[in-house]
């Protein structure tokens, strides 16, 4: 029998994992940046702090890269409250999510715990492992200077003669073997050496010699990564540069924001290319899933919070649209309702009230075998009948479950410490990226109140042997 105990437990847990997938502590439509800060460290501190096995564990789920970054800082900043079973454990999980996070952001954790004067033995081991795991170190001393730099110092780590030259006495050298090492240095006083460097160092190049910005962006293209040719796109068109991008094969979400930020003229004239570059996206996210889902109704909130902030502009709406993107290749028929009642899901743009509520009640009239609900769950039109709909419905019109309804929200409420529900009887799981959204929906079984830690608990422990045998 569970405790009562273990019941705040695991709501604590999933608590924190759902603030985890959503908050970047960045301002939110209803929350500025100190408040989501300052709730997201009382969320950390309090999950380590009582349940430092389980807040290890998150590592192995589809968290995001700002929070999986703190976590891991956290437990070895606190390596002397773990003991040697539990070190053992975290280290795998460590070196499994340094492995996947963003090379830049790893050098940031590192610079963060010289700051902090985390020196020891297993501090200095992860670094030195995962610096070996790169696969050129000459790249990372091109592009990621400052931060190997900072890392070889704080472990004490040997550096080949070359390469220790290039990072501590650059002007040592006259010329070097390697040949990305001698291409930077050539860049300094030639023109053409800058386009065989990563984008990011060359640019600096490219201004330095004063390159016009239609004539480097062409050039430089095939040396960009896919989300900097995204990123550049609209620059690229304004500068009449000739910047070849395969939309197709970019990630669904942030396609999703790229399709947000152009005007509602320019998204019906590429109308064909952009449908169709979503579409693929959600096609390979599906997989072998596809058309699985049988009947899925989906409720799409795109009123005027939907618009974000300036630091996260339009993402709640771009995850709505990259859901439903998702969800029409999962479902055998599907039926999207937007809370604007719009039909054209291309031209969708923050605006109006959420009349969740009404939304729900449409759906439910198509009888679905799922029920998705993306929304940030602020219904105020009228406020409450979201809830009101969706208890009733649970309660007397389906309590044998036939229809199975689950809400995912892509806000952080930095008031609540969790994303805001909509009704107690319906789960909801935060959401930032729509690829995690077949995870999520089964994570989701577990704020139904129906399970409880050990399930919870297997459940975790079944992500992390996954998780931590797939980065070996």
């Known amino acids: 029998m569970e405790t009562y105990a273990d019941l705040v437990a695991a709501e604590d847990v999933l608590l924190f994992v759902n603030a985890a997938i959503t908050s970047t502590a960045q301002r939110e439509f209803r ?42 800082q956290r437990l070895l900043v606190t390596a002397g409250e773990a003991d040697p079973g539990q070190k053992r454990a975290e280290g795998r999980l460590i070196a499994a999510r340094l492995a996947v996070l963003p090379p830049q952001r790893v050098y940031r954790i590192f610079a963060e715990l010289r700051r902090a004067k985390v020196n020891n033995r297993r501090t200095r081991a992860i670094v030195r492992d995962w610096l070996a795991g790169r696969r050129d170190p000459a790249f990372d001393a091109v592009k990621y200077r400052a931060g190997l730099k900072t890392a070889v110092r704080h472990a004490h780590l040997p550096v080949a003669d070359e390469l220790g030259d290039f990072l501590f006495a650059p002007r040592a050298r006259t010329r070097y073997t390697h040949a990305l090492l001698e291409t930077r240095r050539r860049a300094r006083y030639e023109q053409g050496a800058l386009y065989e460097l990563p984008y990011t160092v060359a640019e600096g190049f490219a201004a330095r010699h004063g390159i016009p910005r239609a004539v480097f962006l062409e050039r430089i293209a095939p040396r960009m990564t896919r989300l900097e040719q995204l990123r550049l796109q609209e620059s690229a068109r304004t500068h009449k540069a000739a910047v070849d991008t395969d939309l197709t094969r970019m990630p669904l979400t942030r396609l999703a924001s790229y399709v947000l930020s152009l005007d509602l003229d320019v998204r019906a004239g590429r109308r064909a290319e952009l449908t169709g570059a979503l579409r693929a996206a959600a096609r390979r996210i599906a997989g072998p899933y596809a058309g699985t889902w049988g009947r899925v109704a989906a409720v799409l909130d795109d009123s005027f919070s939907a618009y974000g902030s300036g630091q996260k502009r339009r993402r709640p709406l771009a995850v709505a649209l990259a859901c439903h993107f998702l969800l029409a290749e999962l479902a055998g028929s599907y039926v999207p309702l937007w809370t604007s009642g719009r039909a054209d899901a291309l031209l969708v743009h923050p605006y109006g009230h959420t009349p969740l509520g009404m939304r729900i009640l449409d759906a439910l009239d198509h009888a679905p075998e799922r029920l998705v609900i993306v929304s940030d769950g602020w219904d105020n039109a009228p406020p409450g009948l979201a809830g009101e709909v969706l208890r009733v419905w649970r309660t007397r019109l389906d309590p044998q479950r036939r229809t199975h309804v689950v809400h995912l929200n892509p806000v952080y409420d930095a008031d609540s410490f969790d994303v805001r529900r909509l009704a107690p009887s ?28 050990a399930e919870l608990r297997a459940y975790l422990d079944e992500k992390v042997k996954i998780f931590t045998g797939n980065a070996t």
């Open 426 to 453: 319906v789960p909801t799981a935060g959401v930032r990226d729509a690829g995690d959204l077949p995870a999520l929906v089964e994570l989701a079984q577990f704020a139904e109140g129906r399970t409880g830690l």
């Open 31 to 72: 929350s500025d940046a100190h408040e989501q800060r300052m709730s997201l460290d009382f969320l950390h501190e309090y999950v380590r702090v009582n349940y430092r096995e389980l807040y290890a564990a998150t590592l192995a789920l589809d968290i995001n890269d700002h929070n999986a970054a703190r976590i891991i």
